[in-house]
């Protein structure tokens, strides 16, 4: 006892340490977390699902304000107009299972959504379209740049690691979105409106594939496994370009891939030709595809093209050899004027083009060899909107607004997530409304169900972006950076997350 007291070994502080250690063994070693920190972490989660819109009004940014406003990218209109073709895509799968949204302005259909330019804004296949050209453009911006600039060594390096990170882009958040689905399935959602998606008479458009619940969970995912795995082999010709059974949508996802590995190697190819000549080069690859028919290379063909004239008109601009030779207000009003064409043509109607003196011809002069004749047109129109587009800035400012750079930023989510809750939320609505309100009145039925689905899918795509999309590039980067071999005294490079919120 006196030795202890002679030199005291135990101080405050220590005596609370193993105080604080023997509750912990009294407890099993098992640390029990705090009501505080329990509340800390659900205010962090209901944050993280607020919308980012609203995060930033709520809790903006700690960083300082910069006094330089930020000029936006060259490129910002291509993310805003792939958003706003993400939208109408969604507007087109919401009311195609209801609505007739192929016929046009036609005898005994003149109905006001029917009006040329009115029908673009819902119809799909001319925003596949606009999906292709955008991606062939924005996948060719930067390495045209490179080419001209004759930096061949970050061209090749930055096409190496493109191939690398392309599969893991596109198709891990779609095994996300598609495992979402396996979820709402198991917890009986898609059961519930099996019957309405199933029923031919109440909803007389197109009937999407509805997912169906198997009898045990290990046969569930096995199906989905057997599913996906077709869907992404691209090795299997079937298999290329075919939905998977869950999410009919993601077919673009395969046609997108081969596409865009097949211009990774033709910009290989091409790279140190003179421009002139890789320019001359494109329009054989334009025409050939067009020729057997290969519409989809022909559009990324297309979005290649364009970069290449982007670019060399960026040059002409910096050298100022154009200025004496454009007339500014001539040029702005040919180029409105292009766009408004395109976008007449976007909306080309699919059935009753008999009596409709302008879309008769048009559609006569489609080539014979043409397969999907439905999409001729809403192709053209999409390459007449993009080329207009990325030559006048009064149109590049539609798409440079908050709200489409907005929808630029969710764009790949809300085409991932979009059909599963169409068949889940969309659907419980439409019968819940009608038993209401009478089958009577089914617009209103249908205006009352898309205004809800339409809140709860972009807030949803926003969450899933922050919470997979962003993840999957992050991911996909640093995979790259741990897999890729380096040359003797390189130095290791910080991982880029820049653009992490990018489609392509």
């Not at 007449?344 to 489609?366: C, D, H, M, Y």
């Amino acid at each position: 006892m006196s030795q202890v007291l002679e030199n005291p070994r135990w101080d405050i502080e220590q005596a609370r340490r193993d105080v604080t250690a023997l509750k912990s063994r009294a407890r099993g070693s098992i640390s029990v977390p705090s009501l505080s920190s329990a509340s800390h972490t659900a205010k962090q989660v209901l944050i993280f699902l607020i919308p980012t819109p609203i995060q930033n009004v709520l809790y903006p940014s700690a960083k300082p304000t910069p006094t330089i406003a930020i000029r936006p990218k060259p490129t910002a209109w291509l993310d805003g107009m792939r958003g706003i073709a993400a939208l109408l895509v969604y507007f087109f799968h919401l009311s195609y299972s209801t609505h007739d949204v192929y016929t046009g302005w036609s005898e005994g259909h003149h109905d006001f959504l029917r009006l040329p330019f009115i029908k673009t804004l819902y119809n799909g296949p001319a925003m596949v379209s606009l999906f292709f050209v955008l991606s062939g453009y924005a996948l060719s911006y930067k390495p045209v740049k490179q080419m001209r600039n004759g930096e061949y060594d970050a061209l090749f390096s930055g096409l190496s690691s493109s191939v690398f990170r392309r599969v893991i882009r596109l198709y891990l958040p779609c095994a996300a979105s598609t495992l979402m689905i396996v979820v709402l399935v198991r917890l009986g959602f898609y059961s519930r409106t099996m019957e309405l998606a199933n029923d031919a008479k109440r909803l007389p458009g197109t009937r999407e594939h509805h997912a169906w619940r198997y009898d045990t969970l290990a046969e569930q995912l096995w199906i989905w496994l057997r599913s996906f795995w077709g869907f992404m082999n691209p090795f299997n010709a079937t298999g290329l370009g075919r939905g998977i059974y869950m999410d009919g949508h993601l077919w673009t996802i395969p046609v997108e891939y081969k596409a865009s590995i097949i211009l990774y190697v033709t910009h290989l190819g091409l790279s140190r030709l003179k421009p002139v000549l890789r320019m001359l080069c494109l329009m054989c690859l334009l025409i050939w595809t067009h020729r057997v028919d290969y519409w989809t290379m022909t559009l990324f063909y297309s979005g290649f093209f364009m970069a290449e004239l982007d670019i060399r008109r960026s040059a002409l601009k910096a050298s100022h050899k154009t200025d004496a030779i454009k007339s500014r207000p001539f040029w702005s009003a040919l180029y409105i004027t292009v766009f408004l064409c395109g976008v007449f043509l976007a909306g080309q109607p699919e059935r009753n083009v008999k009596g409709t003196t302008v879309w008769e011809t048009i559609i006569s002069l489609v080539p014979d060899y043409i397969i999907e004749k439905w999409r001729y047109w809403t192709s053209w129109g999409a390459l007449l909107m993009v080329w207009s587009t990325s030559n006048e800035h009064l149109l590049q400012c539609i798409f440079t607004n908050r709200l489409s750079q907005y929808f630029g930023k969710i764009s790949f989510s809300l085409y991932l997530v979009h059909g599963s809750i169409i068949h889940t939320l969309g659907y419980g609505l439409l019968q819940s409304l009608w038993s209401v309100l009478g089958e009577d009145r089914k617009e209103t039925c249908f205006v009352l169900m898309a205004t809800c689905v339409t809140v709860v899918t972009i807030w949803w795509a926003d969450v899933f972006m922050r919470l997979v999309d962003v993840p999957s590039v992050k991911f996909a980067r640093w995979l790259e950076e741990k897999c890729t071999a380096r040359k003797m005294g390189e130095t290791k490079e910080e991982p880029a997350w820049r653009d992490a919120s990018a489609l392509v």
